[in-house]
């Protein structure tokens, strides 16, 4: 067997994914902000633009793992991605600086999401694949979650409070510089690569067994189906919560506290989680053989998502009957930071469901598929904005255009807990499907399906 460099290469990776996780969400993070700054859209329709533009950045990962299953292969993909994702900052940088609307919206909505649906198919292969059959592979997916999270909590902290406080175009071209950064690091490091083979060249070497396509995609499509209805709940925090958040008491010992700093408690419990499930209760639970399977995993998270959308539906109440007692058309004087249990059940959710599906279809996925499998996990977060864009335009009686003061957030919540629970239930049934034929059954790495 083929030695592989594992964590001395895929180190690289991760410092990759931080510069990514940095760049997108140091622009996104206040996207409703932007949308409504700068391209004069209204408080529920940059909600609703918002979550389109999720859909759009779900969609693309499927031309980055075509491209690299059968064209260019991870490395080039990734590097193409980023060139593009570079541009597309460079651009939104200008438009927002001269509040050219007609440039940023192609931005956001095509050139944005292209280039880091490029990305996104691809970068977690690429570093799984520097493991091989390595047993280190088997935390690859939860560390790579974890260097996500690293950069988007600078994102939230640094460009976010630029963009709010001193100058947007200046928040948006803070991203750029560390992208391009983190690319040219990449692109120094090739021969440190293991470099997986497209499909034609390994049609060339017959080195990939025949693989039944249908066999794989009928065990991993319906695990991705259910996700969906956690990344309903899981785009809130851009959406619904940044509006919440915005007509709250941001006060902090006279200190104004950004929407967008509050998204950083979503990265810091999900860093956590992943340090002690990796650290201390995956090793134990293995080593007494009662690992929980991936499925079993992914229903937990729907758990927590459900408590977080009913944390989320208490503190609306909190605030509604504060805003009645005092001025509707003034922010609630009920604390912000009462939102922070909402995001900790969220991102308990998020270690739960995303790691632990991307581990799950890495596993099964033989090599010619394995970016196009992540592609379409990915696309079901596409699938999950539109759902969730749609849900905030026939729920405009809940969801006003301005003031939320005149809403009803709190009950569009308890719809949302009680599809997390419906898609926890959705994943307990799949636990009663037949198993796979020997060729597919490869123990995930968390444990069995």
Request: charged share 10%; proline share 5%.
């Amino acid at each position: 067997m083929e030695a592989t460099p594992g964590w001395s290469s895929a180190a690289y990776v991760l410092i990759l994914q931080s510069c990514l996780g940095f760049s997108y969400y140091g622009v996104t993070a206040n996207m409703v902000l932007m949308l409504e700054s700068y391209a004069e859209a209204s408080e529920s329709g940059s909600e609703s633009l918002t979550n389109y533009f999720g859909a759009v950045v779900g969609l693309t990962p499927l031309l980055g793992g075509f491209l690299s299953d059968k064209v260019l292969g991870c490395f080039n993909t990734i590097l193409s991605g980023g060139l593009v994702f570079a541009l597309s900052l460079v651009c939104t940088t200008i438009a927002v600086h001269y509040h050219l609307k007609a440039v940023l919206m192609p931005t956001i909505f095509i050139l944005m999401p292209l280039g880091y649906g490029l990305l996104t198919a691809n970068v977690n292969v690429f570093g799984a694949h520097q493991f091989g059959e390595n047993e280190d592979k088997t935390s690859w997916f939860s560390w790579f979650y974890f260097s996500i999270n690293i950069g988007s909590i600078l994102a939230f902290l640094i460009p976010g409070y630029v963009q709010q406080n001193v100058s947007f175009s200046l928040g948006v071209a803070i991203p750029c510089a560390i992208l391009l950064c983190g690319l040219g690091l990449f692109a120094a490091c090739k021969s440190k690569f293991v470099h997986p083979k497209t499909t034609a060249e390994e049609c060339d070497t017959r080195t990939e067994p025949v693989v039944d396509t249908w066999k794989v995609w009928r065990k991993v499509l319906p695990a991705m189906m259910w996700t969906v209805l956690f990344s309903i709940c899981y785009c809130q925090m851009c959406t619904t919560w940044y509006v919440q958040g915005l007509w709250m008491n941001r006060s902090l010992f006279g200190f104004d506290v950004p929407v967008s700093y509050m998204m950083c408690i979503d990265p810091l419990f999900v860093m956590l989680a992943i340090a002690v499930l990796e650290q201390y209760v995956y090793p134990h639970l293995r080593s007494l053989d009662l690992m929980p399977s991936s499925l079993t995993r992914m229903a937990l998270g729907m758990a927590f998502s459900a408590m977080g959308m009913m944390s989320a539906f208490y503190v609306e109440r909190l605030r509604l009957h504060s805003v009645f007692m005092a001025d509707p058309t003034k922010p609630s004087p009920v604390s912000i930071f009462l939102q922070v249990p909402q995001f900790m059940f969220v991102a308990f959710a998020e270690v739960f469901v995303y790691t632990t599906i991307q581990d799950y279809a890495f596993t099964v996925a033989p090599n010619s598929m394995k970016s196009t499998i992540n592609a379409v996990n990915l696309f079901a977060g596409s699938i999950a904005n539109v759902l969730a864009g749609l849900m905030t335009t026939m729920c405009s009686a809940w969801i006003p255009p301005t003031n939320p003061n005149m809403g009803h957030y709190d009950s569009f919540y308890v719809l949302l807990a009680g599809l997390s629970l419906v898609g926890g239930m959705g994943f307990l049934s799949l636990r009663e499907t037949p198993k796979p034929m020997a060729s597919l059954a490869v123990k995930g790495s968390y444990g069995s399906a």
